[in-house]
């Protein structure tokens, strides 16, 4: 089945500066890679996500990249706010099935005002 | 409310009790999805129905777990005889089966956070 690894685990960062967070995944097959923001205590929401036919996909300050040769792909926010503090997971499936998708384990961004 | 309904928000329950929890999905979302997180951790799929049949079950649903989706709306999740291991959060999202980009987006619900003393 499919593997998605995910980091840093934690990441702080000065307000107004930029923060990348990195996920791999095993299954080649995947083709559909959503980044989900989830702040304490609820329910994890959509950002931003790509299709494996485009390589970069950007809604203001979020951008996402995609590889997948190397089978990574990476979210990057651009000046950083304090609101942007969460818990970030990235996810990778195969929108021809039945659309199971697999979970980074998370990455903790703390933007420090 | 449109968005995608649990409950309860909260359940704590004596080790080898009975627990049931039930997802409300979006009206018009035929794909309904059940995931267990735990601290730190990301959502762990568990199963997945498609109207009322249910698709794939994850290893991770032991005998224990059952899930319904009876007339391909709400959907309930239960555990028998439930262990301290089975403290999670438990999330239900929705999706639509479609061709069209949109429809790839699973929308959570808020979770039912069960604790098993």
């Known amino acids: 089945g499919e593997n998605v690894e995910q980091h840093p685990s934690t990441l702080s960062v000065q307000e107004g500066d930029s923060a990348v967070i990195k996920c791999t995944y095993s299954d080649s097959a995947s083709n559909y890679f959503p980044w989900y923001k989830q702040e304490l205590g609820k329910r994890p929401q959509l950002i931003i996500d790509?299709?494996?036919?485009?390589g970069e996909k950007k809604d203001q300050r979020i951008a996402v990249t995609l590889n997948k040769t190397a089978k990574h792909f990476s979210l990057h926010i651009t000046e950083t706010q304090p609101e942007d503090s969460a818990v970030y997971f990235c996810?990778?499936?195969?929108?021809?099935?039945?659309?199971?998708?697999?979970f980074g384990t998370g990455t903790k961004l703390q933007v420090i005002p | 409310d449109t968005g995608v309904s649990q409950n309860p928000r909260h359940k704590i329950t004596k080790r080898g009790q009975n627990v049931t929890f039930r997802c409300d999905p979006i009206s018009e979302h035929n794909r309904l999805y059940w995931y267990r997180q735990t601290l730190g951790q990301g959502p762990e799929f568990l199963t997945y129905?498609?109207?009322?049949?249910?698709?794939?079950k994850s290893r991770l649903l032991s005998d224990r777990f059952s899930a319904e989706r009876p007339k391909g709306s709400f959907s309930t999740l239960e555990i028998q005889r439930t262990e301290q291991g089975d403290s999670a959060m438990y999330l239900c999202a929705s999706s639509l089966l479609s061709t069209r980009p949109e429809a790839y987006e699973q929308y959570f619900g808020p979770g039912t956070r069960l604790t098993v003393t």
């Open positions: 790509i299709r494996s036919n485009v």
């Open positions: 996810a990778a499936s195969f929108s021809g099935g039945y659309q199971k998708v697999t």
């Open positions: 129905f498609q109207n009322e049949a249910q698709l794939e």
